[in-house]
């Protein structure tokens, strides 16, 4: 008897119908991990002086390539300046971690926590910036492509920056060009 799996089309539908069976499911967020992280100073000042309101956990990522671990946490509070996004990212490199606290307006416009004021990020070119720490050297050219079809593509930070995490890898690693540089680059 012939294999009926030896028709392309049928070969097709086959895979599709087990592919479907087998389909990607949105990870649940860890929310005691996002809590952790974005507690403090910018989380107290959004509730207490614009009359925000804790909301809905979006964001609880964690991504490792080597020594370099980057967590992203993010939560959207309603407050008087509309709803924003909480945005906290920790990265820890070579044994040094770094905080980045930021929020992001509808508008797109980041801000962050200073001198208990929430200041307005000018936000410089971050294309610009990703391909000046990369330089000219070739070697390189895999990973800086990856950063900057994250910038390219996507249109808002904490979607950059959630790309970063799945895209810095050993090839970015053997470059040089350390997470919390191209964090401030997209910063700005």
């Known amino acids: 008897m012939k294999n009926s799996l030896q028709n392309p089309f049928l070969k097709l539908c086959f895979t599709l119908a087990l592919c479907a069976s087998f389909s990607f499911s949105y990870a649940q967020v860890d929310t005691s991990l996002a809590s952790g992280l974005l507690k403090g100073d910018l ?31 993010s939560r959207q509070i309603p407050s008087r300046l509309g709803t924003l996004d909480q945005i906290t990212i920790k990265i820890t490199e070579a044994g ?39 330089g000219a050297a070739s070697s390189c050219s895999a990973c800086k492509t990856k950063i ?6 996507n249109n808002t930070f904490l979607a950059r920056v959630r790309c970063l995490g799945r895209n810095f890898d050993g090839t970015c690693i053997s470059c040089g060009v350390s997470l919390v540089s191209i964090v401030s680059c997209l910063k700005g």
């Open 43 to 73: 989380q107290n000042h959004l509730i207490s002086k614009l009359g925000g309101r804790l909301g809905e956990i979006k964001v609880s990522e964690r991504f490792t390539a080597g020594n370099s671990t980057i967590q992203i946490a």
């Open 96 to 134: 040094k971690t770094q905080f980045f606290s930021l929020t992001q307006g509808s508008d797109g416009k980041l801000s962050e926590l200073r001198s208990g004021q929430l200041v307005a990020i000018s936000g410089g070119n971050p294309l610009n910036c990703v391909t000046q720490l990369f």
């Open 148 to 153: 900057l079809n994250c910038i390219s593509q």
